[in-house]
């Protein structure tokens, strides 16, 4: 897991309410999801599940329904 964190700081961390809401806030900015995993420190599979699980509105959350097909 040192390994992870050491390209993913925040790997295996639990969301806090306010990385929800700025998670959703830059997909509806458009932001993408490699853009969005260097930002949280998680991995864009993690970025795509909890954009999923918040239902998200933007294109990496577009993305990530398309995926999760």
Same mark, same amino acid.
């Given at each position: 897991?040192?390994? !992870? !964190?050491? *390209?993913?700081?925040? $790997?295996? $961390?639990?969301?806090?309410?306010?990385? /929800?809401? !700025? #998670?959703?806030?830059?997909?509806?900015?458009? =932001? &993408? $999801? %490699?853009?969005?995993?260097? /930002?949280?420190?998680?991995?864009? &599979?993690? *970025?795509?599940? !909890? #954009? #999923?699980? *918040?239902?998200? =509105?933007? %294109?990496?959350?577009?993305?990530?329904? #398309?995926?999760? &097909?």
């Amino acid at each position: 897991m040192q390994q !992870r !964190r050491q *390209i993913h700081r925040n $790997t295996h $961390t639990r969301w806090s309410d306010e990385e /929800e809401r !700025r #998670l959703a806030q830059r997909c509806a900015d458009g =932001v &993408l $999801t %490699p853009e969005l995993s260097n /930002e949280f420190g998680r991995t864009e &599979l993690a *970025i795509e599940s !909890r #954009l #999923l699980k *918040i239902a998200a =509105v933007g %294109p990496a959350a577009d993305q990530a329904r #398309l995926n999760a &097909l």
